[in-house]
């Protein structure tokens, strides 16, 4: 329950403050951030049709999840439908994390190991991969 109610706090406060300020922070600096004040519209018609599916995923996302009450309280998605998806999000992300805690128990150091091994290699990897895509897309733009 504790895990539940910390998470609703979170993405509502994010939620708030995005309904609050974020239009105030896109106009002050949306073009050091390159998002200008016509994405808006853009925006609150895509949490319309699938960003609400957003609310509930992206909690199993690390980074994602911090800015998706945010944005949605900006694009002034209702205060019904973001908590609709957003509460039933934390539920799941709650229940989720929970439960393997309590599955893997006294394992949960071995799995860790791994866990540590897995986060290098992936980062190793994202180093490797990241300035070969970046050399590709920028070597079709200039034969263009």
Known sequence: MVTFSGSVCGISLSYFLGRTVGLNIIE????????????????????????K???????FIPGVRHFTGFVAGMSRLELS?????AYTGAF?????????GFILGKQWFKIHAYMHLITIFSILLLIAVVPIYYFLVHSKIRQK
């Not at 439908?81 to 998806?85: C, D, G, M, Q, S």
Request: aromatic share 22%; with cysteine; net charge positive.
């Open 92 to 100: 799941c992300w709650s229940i989720t994390f929970l439960s393997i």
């Open 28 to 51: 002050k600096y949306g073009s050091v951030i390159h998002f200008k004040m016509d994405k808006i519209q853009k925006v609150h018609d895509w949490f319309n049709r699938i960003g």
């Open 53 to 59: 599916i957003t609310l509930i995923f992206g909690y």
């Open 81 to 85: 439908v973001f908590a609709r998806y």
